[in-house]
């Protein structure tokens, strides 16, 4: 079956780092996603990784393993605008597959 | 560049009405993905057009339905409207189909009583 696991909240300081892990079993896999929704909003595009490792933009960061079917998001000194829910997206693969999305981890930064 | 619009923002129906949302990609995008967020469920895929052709569908039943025009604009359809049917509905669209660079609208409140 399909399945993304994560967590479903976590709160964090300003300034601090945090790690928002995400599992996966699917029955493609074609790259992972991770996506930020501000409450109300859409979810805007944060980071892709197709290949083993960390990839690395500005305070965000993605790790992917997929031998262990594992993806973290590292965010670094947060900000309260970081408040936000952030989605693990699996892409099953092919150019006519589909986004498979976890549930969501809702971030809660305090001052 | 224009975004992705979506319209209405919000919608309030009654169980066993039937209801159309639309979806306006961006300039030059020919592919409209549509995905429904709910609290239980999170984002689920619903269907994706490309060249007013349907090439993918999600796990919905069949009184979900949409099609695409010409000019890429995308309804989606949900016939006899159940109470469980409230949600967010997002629409996606990108050049070519894949999710590399998928721009989601505001997406439309839809609200079932």
């Known amino acids: 079956g399909q399945n993304i696991d994560q967590p479903t909240e976590m709160t964090a300081t300003e300034g601090a780092i945090v790690q928002i892990n995400c599992t996966y079993q699917t029955s493609g896999f074609n790259g992972l996603f991770w996506y930020q929704q501000h409450a109300g909003e859409a979810p805007t595009f944060l980071s892709y990784?197709?290949?083993?490792g960390l990839e690395e933009k500005g305070r965000f960061s993605s790790f992917l393993s997929r031998s262990k079917g594992y993806s973290y998001l590292l965010l670094k000194e947060l900000q309260m605008k970081d408040s936000a829910s952030y989605l693990c997206?699996?892409?099953?693969?092919?150019?006519?597959?589909?986004?498979?999305f976890g549930k969501g981890t809702k971030l809660s930064v305090k001052p | 560049k224009a975004g992705v619009t979506q319209t209405p923002r919000y919608l309030i129906k009654t169980r066993g009405q039937q209801v159309t949302l639309s979806c306006s990609p961006i300039s030059g995008h020919r592919s409209v993905s549509w995905y429904q967020q709910t609290p239980g469920q999170g984002l689920q895929f619903l269907f994706e057009?490309?060249?007013?052709?349907?090439?993918n569908k999600g796990n919905f039943p069949g009184r979900f339905s949409g099609r695409q025009f010409s000019n890429s604009r995308s309804e989606m359809n949900v016939s006899t409207l159940e109470l469980g049917d409230s949600a967010l509905y997002l629409c996606a669209s990108s050049l070519s189909g894949t999710p590399y660079e998928q721009y989601f609208g505001p997406g439309t409140r839809l609200t079932v009583t």
């Open positions: 997206a699996v892409f099953e693969g092919g150019s006519q597959g589909n986004l498979i």
């Open positions: 057009y490309f060249s007013e052709t349907q090439r």
């Open positions: 990784n197709v290949l083993d």
